[in-house]
């Protein structure tokens, strides 16, 4: 990524280790998975792998970042390799522009959405997986009410939907690190 200009190959071409992770998220209907690796390591090409199965699968999914500040990068990374699929959601978008992409998704129009700590919520059916992007940041906390944790509500749709719940960070949370070592987290 160099300033405004986002090289994105269009064709996924993964290490053997994120094929493996690809590999194991897919092997299991409702899990929880941690995708602990540093900036750069490649869990965005991950995400997009897993993605693209979900799609084959005709099933949706919900790609969730922390900020509203990084929805735009996430957005146009999805946008260059899955166009119209992928619906925005965050609470700068206008009441109208809320609306539309509501519509879309609902009518499966759009089968990926990406968006702030709301998006959690968005009408998505025949939900595939979730993603958390920086699954330990604060922002994930709505602290006005309804009072929730996105991460929570994150784990009971994918309970729900048995689909695979993804957690990806360079620094995940002390709760999500220790799950992940007690195996309660793939």
Same mark, same amino acid.
Request: a positive charge; aromatic letters at 6%; charged letters at 25%.
């Given at each position: 990524?160099?300033?405004?200009?986002?090289?994105?190959?269009?064709?996924?071409?993964?290490?053997?280790?994120?094929? $493996?992770?690809?590999?194991?998220?897919?092997?299991?209907?409702?899990?929880? =998975?941690?995708?602990?690796?540093?900036?750069? =390591?490649?869990?965005?090409?991950?995400?997009?792998?897993?993605?693209?199965?979900?799609?084959?699968?005709?099933?949706?999914?919900?790609?969730?970042?922390?900020? %509203? $500040?990084?929805?735009?990068?996430?957005? #146009?990374?999805?946008?260059? #390799?899955?166009?119209?699929?992928?619906?925005? %959601?965050?609470?700068?978008? =206008?009441?109208?522009?809320?609306?539309?992409?509501?519509?879309?998704?609902?009518?499966?129009?759009?089968? %990926?959405?990406?968006?702030?700590? $709301?998006?959690?919520?968005?009408?998505?059916?025949?939900?595939?997986?979730? %993603?958390?992007?920086?699954?330990?940041?604060?922002?994930?906390?709505?602290?006005?009410?309804?009072?929730?944790?996105? $991460?929570?509500?994150?784990?009971?749709?994918?309970?729900?939907?048995?689909?695979?719940?993804?957690?990806?960070?360079?620094?995940? =949370?002390?709760?999500?690190?220790?799950?992940?070592?007690?195996?309660?987290?793939?």
């Amino acid at each position: 990524y160099t300033g405004n200009d986002l090289k994105v190959n269009n064709e996924i071409t993964l290490t053997p280790l994120q094929e $493996s992770v690809v590999r194991g998220i897919l092997q299991t209907s409702h899990t929880i =998975s941690l995708i602990h690796g540093v900036t750069g =390591s490649g869990k965005t090409e991950v995400y997009i792998a897993l993605t693209k199965k979900m799609l084959e699968k005709n099933k949706t999914v919900l790609m969730l970042v922390p900020e %509203i $500040s990084l929805t735009p990068m996430m957005e #146009r990374i999805f946008k260059e #390799r899955f166009h119209d699929e992928v619906a925005i %959601i965050h609470s700068r978008l =206008s009441q109208g522009e809320k609306y539309d992409e509501y519509r879309r998704i609902k009518k499966g129009e759009a089968r %990926i959405v990406v968006g702030a700590r $709301s998006a959690i919520f968005a009408p998505v059916e025949n939900l595939g997986l979730i %993603i958390m992007d920086e699954e330990h940041d604060a922002s994930y906390k709505q602290e006005s009410p309804p009072r929730y944790l996105t $991460s929570q509500v994150a784990r009971k749709r994918g309970a729900y939907h048995q689909c695979p719940v993804v957690l990806g960070s360079a620094t995940p =949370s002390l709760e999500s690190y220790s799950r992940a070592l007690k195996g309660a987290y793939e």
